[in-house]
């Protein structure tokens, strides 16, 4: 909901850019972002005003791999306690969730961090506790933080986490989408600052602005970019100038910095995208559980895991279709019983989607 001082404004952005005839197309890689737009019928604004807004991969349930829900499975079913954060429990795998072997007797615990997760490896010495890190930059830096602090030796993590301008970069060299401008997501940008995003706009000529979570926001950050490409211009831009800082946060970088290699990964939906993913480094091996643990994680090493059959959450997290053109959305896929992670995740757009349909 808008708030009364913002109304005024948010009238004469709007008539500013219904005015200008326009056919343009945004992504934002935010899952915050999309609430915000769907929940408040943004979406449906911005196309009267003549500018598609997309999802792209801005979800950190979302984007992980079939393989690596597949490597989480088979660590709880060698009898590891597992703790995740609560919608990993729910992401598919190929015959089951997390939550299907909770139900079955395993050890699979929700955590709201990972001071949780050790606590857990405290309580129970005689165990192995691995903790699922997901996540972009936002929660790169908490991950880094009990690293260093060195965590007890029954503990360790299986990283997910992954970097978003690698994944821009990518989007914006596969083409298959014409993008005029990208809205980028303001916790990243908060640790990781504006400077990782300059050589999208001077390589590519995309224009680009963090935006902040409001209503609001969104709206600026929508006629700021509209501004740029009347000016012809190509940069990035701060909406979100109370939280966001060029240089970012330099001691949450240091701490990532500090703690991981950046090596090519696999997204969900996409081939692999280069340096985009975090593994612990060397010296800090001995709580990476995909090292600690590389013998019973053999059997499925090789293996190549594909999508579920009919979903689509790939093509979605690469901005080519909405959550309402995949045939499963709000059919054989709902929250209840999800086929892919983009109806779990409370980030994910079919999910959002679902949820607000029809009250936008």
Avoid at 118 to 145: L, Q
Avoid at 252 to 264: G, Q
Wanted: glycine share 8%; aromatic share 6%.
């Amino acid at each position: 909901m808008f708030h009364l001082k913002d109304k005024d404004l948010a009238k004469k952005i709007v008539d500013d850019v219904k005015k200008k005839n326009l056919t343009l197309r945004f992504m934002h890689v935010c899952g915050t972002h999309q609430d915000t737009l769907v929940k408040n019928g943004l979406d449906i604004l911005f196309k009267e005003c003549g500018i598609e807004i997309r999802q792209g991969p801005g979800c950190p349930v979302c984007v992980t791999t079939p393989k690596e829900i597949e490597k989480i499975l088979l660590l709880a079913r060698k009898n590891k306690i597992i703790a995740t954060f609560g919608d990993m429990i729910n992401v598919p795998g190929e015959k089951e969730s997390l939550r299907d072997l909770k139900e079955e007797g395993h050890d699979i615990r929700m955590v709201y961090s990972i001071e949780d997760a050790i606590k857990i490896a405290e309580e129970n010495r005689d165990k192995d506790v691995v903790f699922m890190a997901i996540g972009f930059e936002t929660t790169a830096p908490t991950t880094a933080s009990v690293i260093i602090t060195d965590p007890p030796p029954n503990f360790s993590i299986l990283s997910c986490h992954r970097l978003i301008p690698p994944a821009l970069k990518a989007i914006a060299e596969m083409g298959e989408l014409k993008i005029d401008g990208f809205i980028e997501p303001g916790h990243v940008s908060t640790i990781i600052g504006l400077m990782p995003y300059e050589f999208i706009s001077e390589k590519y000529k995309i224009p680009q602005v963090i935006a902040g979570f409001e209503p609001i926001d969104l709206l600026m950050g929508v006629w700021m970019l509209v501004r740029q490409i009347e000016k012809g211009e190509a940069i990035v831009e701060n909406e979100y100038t109370r939280v966001v800082k060029r240089e970012g946060n330099l001691k949450a970088l240091s701490a990532i910095n500090e703690v991981f290699r950046m090596e090519d990964s696999k997204w969900r939906g996409f081939p692999v995208i280069l340096n985009s993913g975090m593994k612990l480094k060397k010296r800090f091996e001995e709580h990476d559980a995909e090292k600690r643990f590389e013998d019973e994680l053999q059997e499925i090493n090789e293996k190549e895991f594909s999508e579920p059959e009919g979903c689509r959450c790939g093509e979605v997290l690469r901005g080519l279709i909405t959550s309402e053109e995949c045939p499963l959305f709000g059919k054989a896929c709902v929250p209840s019983k999800p086929v892919g992670p983009c109806m779990v995740s409370i980030e994910g757009s079919c999910n959002i989607e679902y949820r607000y349909k029809g009250k936008s």
